[in-house]
């Protein structure tokens, strides 16, 4: 069954600061990988996704992910962070086109960030 | 272009009532599915809808439920609430499967009582 793992459950980072999310997952074949943010009160929205080709993504507000298989990884990064990136950043992976049951998503990392 | 819509955005229930949330899709996708959040679990997927038939089920009970009409708009149903029901249901639209991104709505929260 695949698996996603988010090990941070927490991040403090200061304003202007680098920001790296980690996000391993498990998976039996090529992954799509996926990571979304969520605001107090919201819905996801994507921040950017992996399907194939260049393992460096861009996505929006900044941000990039770096896949790696050797490393089961997909980590989520920003050089400089705004005080309104502060938000829950959920990693998640599938579907595939094989028929995954959904999007698997980790436990999120809640971001803080210090002025 | 329109967003995912949801409605209501909150509900509040008791014990053994059921209840019926609605999700209108982006316009032109056809594949909607349904995840529930709540602290302890985290995100998990209920069930996925397209063309109006079932194509994929998570792992909850029967009580849940959902079914999507032929303009792709989907809904979801619990029967028989329970507190541990009590949780942010999104909904999700897509053109298709597979690599088709999912795109979210606001949520329901639903509480129960």
């Known amino acids: 069954a695949q698996s996603v793992t988010q090990p941070d459950i927490h991040i403090t980072v200061s304003e202007g600061a680098s920001l790296e999310l980690r996000c391993n997952y498990s998976?039996?074949?090529?992954?799509?990988l996926f990571w979304y943010v969520q605001s107090p009160g919201q819905g996801l929205q994507l921040l950017l996704k992996y399907f194939s080709g260049d393992t460096l993504v861009q996505g929006i507000k900044g941000f990039e992910a770096e896949f790696k298989r050797s490393q089961s990884s997909f980590n989520l990064r920003k050089p400089s962070v705004h005080w309104s990136d502060a938000a829950e950043y959920f990693c998640?992976?599938?579907?595939?086109?094989?028929?995954?049951?959904?999007?698997?998503f980790g436990k999120g990392t809640h971001l803080i960030i210090q002025p | 272009k329109a967003g995912v819509t949801q409605t209501p955005r909150y509900l509040i229930k008791t014990r053994g009532q059921q209840v019926t949330l609605s999700c209108s899709p982006i316009?032109?996708?056809?594949?909607v599915s349904w995840y529930q959040q709540t602290p302890g679990q985290g995100l998990q997927f209920l069930f996925e809808y397209f063309s109006e038939t079932q194509r994929n089920k998570g792992n909850f009970p029967g009580r849940f439920s959902g079914r999507q009409f032929s303009n792709s708009r989907s809904e979801m149903n619990v029967s028989t609430l329970e507190l541990g029901d009590s949780a942010l249901y999104l909904c999700?639209?897509?053109?298709?499967?597979?690599?088709?991104?999912?795109?979210f709505g606001p949520g329901t929260r639903l509480t129960v009582l």
């Open positions: 998640a992976v599938g579907p595939s086109g094989g028929g995954a049951d959904g999007l698997t």
């Open positions: 998976y039996g074949a090529t992954p799509y």
């Open positions: 999700a639209s897509s053109l298709d499967r597979g690599e088709d991104t999912q795109y």
């Open positions: 316009s032109g996708h056809r594949s």
